[in-house]
């Protein structure tokens, strides 16, 4: 199975609204990373938050990360059309040979 | 910016054919990294390159392999295509490590009849 799982697998949302997701992951890891990717394209990375940081913020972007709970949260504010892709976190496992593990992806849609 | 071009978006190969994915990087990246992704499993790690001529093995290693015989250009090879390798190819090159951020290409998506 999966180190990082997304949760929900899809989400649709109005322009301007808030939309989060959620990753959670099994074993202890360095680094969190978020990627987007929108249909058909290769994936652009958003942020990376390390297993020391609670909260990161990019733009619109905020990324918490709970090490207790094995989960991490992107939230998007403010939503737009273009923000519509799909959504993956990567961890970077301490026992895992130093490869990042990547989750199934949130697709979301945002309607205009 | 950091550009990775991977050389076909769209690739129609028959069943038992040698595949090429080529990709190329411009930043003078240590590490390259070939993914496949299907629906439902996200990306898998084919191989993985630190150095020119150097490759590691990922999660899915078995039907291809790769080359690196300069350091901007990491490719793939499927030796005899099946229909099960029907997919897309992601490939990445990252500065830091393994596990920094990665810079991907647009992908390469391969349909094997």
């Known amino acids: 199975s999966q180190q990082g799982e997304e949760d929900p697998q899809a989400l649709s949302i109005q322009e301007g609204e808030n939309a989060t997701m959620n990753c959670s992951y099994k074993t202890s890891i360095n680094n969190l990373q978020w990627y987007r990717q929108n249909s058909g394209r290769g994936l652009v990375h958003l942020i990376l938050i390390r297993s020391n940081e609670r909260e990161k913020h990019s733009g619109r972007l905020r990324v918490t990360l709970d090490t207790s709970k094995k989960s991490s949260s992107l939230l998007i504010t403010a939503s737009r059309a273009a923000d519509t892709a799909s959504y993956f976190c990567a961890t970077d496992p301490k026992a895992a040979g130093n490869k990042l593990t990547f989750g199934g992806g949130t697709r979301v849609l945002v309607k205009p | 910016d950091v550009k990775v071009t991977q050389s076909s978006r769209y690739l129609v190969k028959r069943t038992g054919e040698k595949v090429f994915l080529e990709c190329v990087q411009d930043m003078d990246h240590e590490n390259m990294f070939w993914y496949r992704q299907d629906p439902g499993l996200g990306l898998r790690l084919i191989y993985f390159?630190?150095?020119?001529?150097?490759?590691e093995k990922g999660d899915i290693p078995e039907g291809y392999s790769v080359s690196r015989e300069k350091k901007e250009r990491f490719s793939l090879i499927l030796e005899s295509a099946s229909t099960n390798q029907t997919s897309m190819y992601l490939c990445?090159?990252?500065?830091?490590?393994?596990?920094?951020?990665?810079?991907f290409g647009e992908g390469s998506r391969l349909t094997v009849l």
């Open positions: 390159s630190y150095d020119v001529k150097m490759k």
């Open positions: 990445a090159s990252s500065l830091q490590g393994y596990t920094g951020e990665l810079f």
